[in-house]
Antibody, heavy 119, light 111 residues
Framework: QLQLQESGPGLVKPSETLSLTCTVS??????????WGWIRQPPGKGLEWIGS???????YYKPSLKSRVTISVDTSKNQFSLRMTSVTAADTAVYYC???????????WGQGALVTVSS | QSALTQPRSVSGSPGQSVTISCTGT?????????VSWYQQHPGKAPRLMIF???KRPSGVPDRFSGSKSGNTASLTISGLQAEDEADYYC???????????FGGGTKLTVL
C-alpha cells in the first residue's frame, strides 16, 4: 500500500519558483507499476491536473502550464518533485501528489500541501 | 473553464438514486474507456470511486456504478446515504499530448 507525503514551503513570493517534494513509502518509485503525478486545487475550486511522469521516462504536462512546470524523480530518495516557475496568485492552491496504475486512475493521494503565492 | 462539463449540484433523499453526468468530446470521453470518478469530502483528499468507466477499486461500495454513452459518462449512486454527501469529479484520459482532463465538480447534497 503506497503512502505519499508532500513537503515544501507554504508561502512563495510572486514571480519566484514553487518547489514541492513527494516522499513515497510502501513501494519503490522505480516500479513500472505506477505513474507519479501532481494535481492541484485552488481554494473553493475544482481539481486541475498538472502533470505525470512514468517509469518509462514519459512525462506529460498540462499544455497551459508546460512552459513553467518540471516534474522529476529522485530514485535514491524514493521521491518525486514539482517545480513551477514564475508563480502568480493564480497558482495558490492545495497541491496533491498522486499515483496509480495510470494518470486517469489516481488511487493514491497525499494529504495535500497548501501553497500560497503572496508577497 | 473545465474541459469536462458536470452539473454544479445534484441532490437526493436517503435511499434514492442519483446520477451525475460528465460531458466531454470525441477527443476524450468519447474516444477512450478511461473515465474515472473521485469523491471528495471537505478538507480531505479525493478518493477514487470508479476507474476505466465501470470498475470499482477494492473497498468502494457497489452502490456506486459508472457508465458511458458517446461523449458522456455517468456516475450513479443508488441507495443514497448521508455519508455520500460530497463533491464528485470526473476525469478522462485525453490522448498522449494532454494526458488527463477533469470536470468542474458536482456537489451532491443528501436531503
Amino acid at each position: 500500500q503506497l503512502q505519499l507525503q508532500e513537503s515544501g514551503p507554504g508561502l512563495v513570493k510572486p514571480s519566484e519558483t514553487l518547489s514541492l517534494t513527494c516522499t513515497v513509502s510502501g513501494g519503490s518509485i522505480s516500479s513500472n507499476s505506477y505513474y507519479w503525478g501532481w494535481i492541484r486545487q485552488p481554494p473553493g475550486k475544482g481539481l486541475e491536473w498538472i502533470g505525470s511522469i512514468y517509469f518509462s521516462g514519459r512525462i506529460y504536462y498540462k499544455p497551459s502550464l508546460k512552459s513553467r512546470v518540471t516534474i522529476s524523480v529522485d530514485t535514491s530518495k524514493n521521491q518525486f518533485s514539482l517545480r513551477m516557475t514564475s508563480v502568480t496568485a493564480a497558482d495558490t492552491a492545495v497541491y496533491y501528489c498522486t499515483s496509480g496504475a495510470d494518470s486517469s486512475s489516481s488511487y493514491y493521494w497525499g494529504q495535500g500541501a497548501l501553497v500560497t503565492v503572496s508577497s | 473553464q473545465s474541459a469536462l462539463t458536470q452539473p454544479r449540484s445534484v441532490s437526493g433523499s436517503p435511499g434514492q438514486s442519483v446520477t451525475i453526468s460528465c460531458t466531454g468530446t470525441s477527443s476524450d470521453v468519447g474516444d477512450y474507456n478511461y473515465v474515472s470518478w473521485y469523491q471528495q469530502h471537505p478538507g480531505k483528499a479525493p478518493r477514487l470511486m470508479i476507474f476505466d468507466v465501470t470498475k470499482r477499486p477494492s473497498g468502494v461500495p457497489d452502490r456506486f456504478s459508472g457508465s458511458k454513452s458517446g461523449n458522456t459518462a455517468s456516475l450513479t449512486i443508488s441507495g443514497l446515504q448521508a455519508e455520500d454527501e460530497a463533491d464528485y469529479y470526473c476525469c478522462s484520459y485525453a490522448g498522449s499530448y494532454t494526458d488527463v482532463v477533469f470536470g468542474g465538480g458536482t456537489k451532491l447534497t443528501v436531503l
